[in-house]
């Protein structure tokens, strides 16, 4: 059984750091693509960041030369390095997995979810 799950969500002054984590168990990790997406409050799901399994990025341009995501195949786990935050960028992040060999922009293409962590960035 897959598992996902989500860690370094907090409270953050604009300007700040966090990174967030995701230990992946339940099937081999270094084989697939894998995604960050966040929601905030009454807004839909929107894609961050993902990374295939080959180390292909892909950013939204909301994050791009903000946000890093990076991989670290033999402790299974996914990162996402968040600089010069945002208010804009409060909101429950996601990680997420897919069989797809591109780092997709789409939801749809990604099988396994994480239960989200929540990142709040204060103005």
């Known amino acids: 059984q897959v598992q996902l799950v989500e860690s370094g969500g907090g409270l953050v002054q604009a300007g700040g750091s966090l990174r967030l984590a995701c230990a992946a168990s339940g099937r081999t990790f270094s084989t697939y693509t894998m995604g960050w997406f966040r929601q905030a409050p009454g807004k839909e799901r929107e894609f961050v960041a993902a990374?295939?399994?080959?180390?292909?990025?892909n950013y939204a341009d909301s994050v791009k030369g903000r946000f890093t995501i990076f991989r670290d195949n033999a402790k299974n786990t996914l990162y996402l390095e968040m600089n010069s935050l945002k208010p804009e960028d409060t909101a429950v992040y996601y990680c997420?997995?897919?069989?797809?060999?591109?780092?997709?922009?789409?939801?749809?293409?990604?099988?396994?979810w994480g239960q989200g962590t929540q990142v709040t960035v204060s103005s």
């Open positions: 997420a997995d897919s069989r797809m060999r591109g780092a997709s922009r789409a939801a749809s293409a990604y099988d396994y």
């Open positions: 990374i295939s399994w080959s180390g292909g990025t």
